[in-house]
């Protein structure tokens, strides 16, 4: 899924790649949306300030529903695919390079 081309059903953004796609009005509203479960879904505990939202899957990319993701806490989303939490960017979320890494289903861990 190299390069390809993502459709946001709902606000007819079309963007080139999933870099592109993580900027998008679409997924920030995502994002907010998800954020409003509250909770971590790896440790169950509350988020206070950072976040993660991680695609489950990518089959429903640009019209996912909230059940096609996870609400996660950085540090838990870096457990999840197995990233050392250190070099981690603090309290950034993933680097650009690390979530196209993601998209395209390559692990990064072997910085
Ligand atoms: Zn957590
Ligand atoms: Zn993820």
């Not at 409003?36 to 429903?60: A, R, S």
């Amino acid at each position: 899924m190299k390069y390809r081309v993502i459709v946001c059903a709902d606000t007819g953004e079309i963007v080139p790649s999933y870099e592109f796609y993580l900027q998008t009005e679409h997924w920030r509203h995502l994002r907010n949306v998800k954020r409003l479960l509250g909770n971590c879904e790896h440790c169950g505990h509350p988020i206070i300030h950072e976040f993660d939202v991680h695609h489950l899957h990518y089959k429903t990319i640009g019209a996912e529903a909230v059940t096609d993701l996870m609400l996660l806490h950085p540090a838990c989303h870096s457990i999840m695919h197995g990233l050392p939490i250190a070099r981690r960017t603090r309290g950034a979320g993933f680097t650009p390079v690390s979530v196209f890494a993601e998209a395209i289903g390559i692990r990064v861990g072997a910085w």
